[in-house]
């Protein structure tokens, strides 16, 4: 069974840092993705990773804040956040393609399998 669990979640205050957790079990993926979605706001791409390479890529709005990485012995990716601010908040999902190969998947519609979500809140 294909799972993907994120955690590493909570509360902080605007200027913090939290590092997110997503240990995948089940399959081996191509690469990995976290998503996020904010209240009344649909999905928005924000970082995915290559399995094989590590080449990154970042949405706009967390580019130089964020970093992405994975432990492919653990099968776990990574999302480090720094300078959080309030507009970061939202529930932060891992997502992964069926397909394989690399390239940069923006879209969230490109993600086959997906994690339940970790509610990160960043107070001003």
């Known amino acids: 069974q294909v799972q993907l669990g994120e955690s590493g979640g909570g509360l902080v205050q605007a200027g913090d840092s939290l590092r997110l957790s997503c240990a995948a079990s089940?399959?081996?993926?191509?690469?990995y993705g976290w998503v996020r979605q904010a209240p009344g706001k649909e999905r928005e791409f924000v970082a995915d990773i290559s399995r094989s390479s590590g080449l990154t890529s970042y949405a706009d709005s967390v580019k130089g804040r964020f970093t992405i990485s994975r432990d492919n012995a653990k099968s776990t990716v990574y999302l480090r956040m720094n300078s959080l601010k309030p507009e970061d908040t939202a529930v932060y999902y891992c997502?992964?393609?069926?397909?394989?190969?690399?390239?940069?998947?923006?879209?969230?519609?490109?993600?086959?399998?997906w994690g339940r979500g970790t509610q990160v809140t960043v107070s001003s």
């Open positions: 089940g399959r081996t993926f191509s690469s």
């Open positions: 997502a992964a393609p069926g397909g394989l190969g690399y390239f940069p998947r923006q879209q969230p519609h490109e993600y086959d399998y």
